[in-house]
């Protein structure tokens, strides 16, 4: 049996992030008036824990959290799978600044199922001074299933942020884990003018063999004012232990960039054959302001949808399609309303 990490081990464990992309890190470490990491806020943990009580139902057994991340009570608001909790993650903050160091940990036990989301989109500010990060890792039982599904990123111009989610994923279980990217506030010219952002996803089986690695880098740096049509440089990768191509793929006039990960036992062609008729059959997908493709995984995993688009609402809407799609195949059930809105 492990033993329990005590709270200060916890929080220096979150204070550092490990590895850092040298193009995140590359800004000045300090200015005037900027608060230094582990500054009272600035160190945000997150420890949720799901069991399964005597009823079947999945609950919220244990948690520990940090400001600035936190959580109120699950609600139970799926009609189709009423034992599961949607667990909407908050801030106590605007938003992510220079020098947060943001972590993360799921688990889930045998056979529990939880839905796991954000209370709205995550803004990460410009950063005169320092960078940001945020790691999240999410561990699954036998036959467990995590829906990981936040609203989307908003990188202001001028930012620096790292994000790395690892997921720990039994043969017998599934993970489904939703990502948008959006081009910052276009409404005031900022497109894809962020210093650097580097997102990764890295998806294990429990004796530590990769079966997915995906990264996405980018780097800007034109600032606020930025014309439409900036492009910025995105390195993207997918396959077992690869951080991906050297190449880089332009973004061109697109505002967002959605990727959704569906990892479940069972025949991947079928999923990936139900995930492209949610796109062929046009049903919450704006056609004609976004492209997709559907592919499978490697080792026959599962299957992933990559969306581009001119705008974040439709990307996401997208996304959401795809991911209902998938739920329904693997699950039995349609995506539920999340109640944001």
């Known amino acids: 049996m492990t033993a329990p990490v005590s709270r200060a081990d916890r929080l220096a464990r979150a204070a550092d992030p490990g590895h850092v992309s040298p193009v995140v890190a590359?800004?000045?470490?300090?200015?005037a008036g900027s608060l230094p990491v582990g500054s009272p806020g600035k160190v945000g943990v997150l420890?949720?824990?799901?069991?399964?009580?005597?009823?079947?139902?999945?609950?919220?057994a244990d948690r520990y959290?940090?400001?600035?991340?936190?959580?109120?009570?699950?609600?139970?608001?799926?009609?189709?799978?009423?034992?599961?909790?949607?667990?909407?993650?908050?801030?106590?903050?605007g938003g992510v600044v220079?020098?947060?160091r943001l972590d993360i940990d799921v688990r889930l036990a045998d056979r529990a199922h939880a839905v796991i989301t954000t209370q709205a989109a995550t803004r990460v500010h410009r950063m005169d001074a320092g960078f940001a990060t945020q790691n999240v890792a999410l561990t699954l039982g036998a036959g467990a299933v995590c829906e990981w599904v936040p609203d989307p990123l908003i990188p202001y111009a001028g930012s620096r942020f790292q994000q790395r989610l690892r997921a720990t994923v039994p043969e017998d279980a599934v993970l489904m884990v939703s990502d948008v990217l959006t081009a910052g506030r276009v409404?005031?010219?900022?497109?894809?003018?962020?210093?650097?952002?580097v997102?990764?996803?890295?998806?294990?089986?429990?004796?530590?063999t990769p079966v997915v690695v995906d990264t996405t880098r980018i780097v800007g740096g034109v600032g606020a004012g930025a014309g439409a049509g900036v492009g910025a440089g995105v390195s993207v990768g997918v396959g077992a232990?690869?951080?991906?191509?050297?190449?880089?793929?332009?973004?061109g006039g697109s505002d967002a960039i959605g990727t959704l990960f569906v990892l479940a036992p069972g025949p991947v062609a079928d999923l990936a054959?139900?995930?492209?008729?949610?796109?062929?059959?046009?049903?919450?997908?704006?056609?004609?302001?976004?492209?997709?493709?559907v592919s499978t995984l490697p080792e026959g995993c599962g299957a992933w949808a990559r969306v581009v688009g001119g705008g974040p609402e439709a990307v996401e809407a997208a996304v959401r399609a795809v991911w209902s799609a998938a739920r329904e195949h693997v699950l039995g059930a349609p995506a539920p309303d999340l109640r944001k809105g």
Request: charged share 25%; aromatic share 4%.
């Open 26 to 31: 590359a800004g000045p470490a300090s200015a």
């Open 65 to 93: 959290q940090k400001s600035p991340l936190q959580v109120m009570r699950s609600l139970y608001v799926d009609p189709v799978l009423p034992h599961v909790p949607v667990t909407y993650l908050m801030s106590t903050g």
């Open 273 to 293: 054959a139900a995930m492209r008729a949610a796109i062929d059959s046009g049903a919450g997908v704006r056609w004609g302001e976004v492209r997709c493709g």
């Open 98 to 100: 220079g020098g947060d």
């Open 47 to 60: 420890d949720l824990d799901y069991q399964v009580d005597a009823d079947g139902r999945t609950v919220l």
């Open 187 to 197: 409404a005031r010219g900022e497109r894809w003018a962020v210093d650097a952002l």
């Open 241 to 251: 232990g690869e951080s991906g191509p050297d190449d880089d793929m332009v973004t």
């Open 199 to 208: 997102s990764q996803v890295e998806l294990t089986r429990p004796d530590g």
